[in-house]
């Protein structure tokens, strides 16, 4: 029996982790290993996906769907060696959905997995903040089997109605509120239309140029704390085009967590008291913010 392939992707901060967690700790998932990609070399996401899945394979530094290596490749044929076990990939966020299923089919991947479902997970809040979502990804709305929409609590209901409106315009698909990456996962067990989509629009697939660039900037204890980082973080928006930022500073014996969009900036205790303290931004001139100019930033 082939293993069941399942694709979760979305804008940079949308809420993928949060959703794949989730799905990790479901009866329906809890057997289930993960293909995890990192855009940039270091990964802040595998410990703990670890803690939930059997195996986690971590492809970092690259993306997945446009890197000529056979990194994707690989991990999948030798996770279907394993086992009949289901794999969830979860793309990068600078990921097209639809040039990723065609490496998938080009690979003959599809040999050995059934693809069962694709998820968009969509950030509300970002997409009414930031109108321009919508047609940047409108082919991979277009396509994916389900959009879930995460961050709704964060909007008024008639906003959130006037956002799916928008998506019908977009998709006949199903169209799915996640509250805090909580999905109904009898949706995932609806059968995939993607391939077949991709094959209809296969011009879709190659416009692949949503490529930015990443730093990693260590974080000493004490250096910054959770006010002064959200406080400089819209001039980092700003200068230097930065869409994502996560990672973790360590603030008066405290470790916080951060998870950051254009729009949004949470910074929260960690769970986890070991997480490693650094922050990786990905954006446009993301490369220009060394760790001396990262300082300057937090200074001024």
């Not at 799905?23 to 293909?35: E, G, H, M, N, P």
């Not at 991709?198 to 879709?204: D, G, I, P, V």
């Amino acid at each position: 029996m082939k293993p069941a392939l399942y694709l979760i992707n979305g804008p940079l901060g949308a809420g993928k982790t949060t959703l794949l967690k989730y799905l990790l700790s479901t009866a329906q998932f809890a057997d289930a290993r993960v293909v995890e990609n990192e855009y940039a070399s270091q990964s802040v996401d595998t410990q703990q996906l670890a803690l939930h899945s059997a195996e986690v394979k971590t492809i970092a530094d690259v993306c997945i769907c446009c890197s000529t290596g056979r990194e994707l490749t690989v991990a999948l044929e030798e996770l279907a060696e394993q086992s009949s076990a289901p794999v969830i990939i979860e793309a990068t966020g600078v990921a097209n959905s639809l040039v990723l299923v065609e490496k998938l089919a080009a690979a003959q991947l599809l040999d050995y997995y059934e693809l069962r479902h694709a998820v968009f997970v969509l950030d509300a809040a970002e997409a009414q903040a930031r109108p321009e979502l919508l047609a940047m990804y409108r082919d991979e709305l277009a396509a994916a089997d389900t959009v879930a929409l995460s961050k709704t609590d964060l909007l008024e209901p008639e906003d959130v109605l006037a956002l799916m409106g928008q998506l019908d315009e977009v998709r006949d698909g199903r169209i799915e509120n996640m509250v805090h990456g909580q999905l109904d996962t009898t949706v995932l067990e609806q059968p995939s239309g993607i391939v077949e989509y991709y094959l209809n629009h296969e011009s879709a697939a190659r416009d692949h140029e949503r490529e930015p660039s990443y730093t990693i900037i260590p974080t000493r204890s004490g250096d910054i704390s959770p006010e002064l980082l959200r406080s400089c973080w819209p001039q980092l928006v700003a200068k230097y085009g930065v869409e994502r930022m996560k990672g973790a500073i360590a603030y008066e014996d405290t470790v916080w967590h951060v998870e950051a969009t254009p729009s949004q900036c949470i910074i929260e205790k960690s769970n986890d008291p070991d997480e490693t303290l650094s922050l990786v931004l990905i954006g446009a001139e993301a490369r220009q913010i060394t760790e001396a100019v990262f300082t300057e930033e937090m200074s001024v």
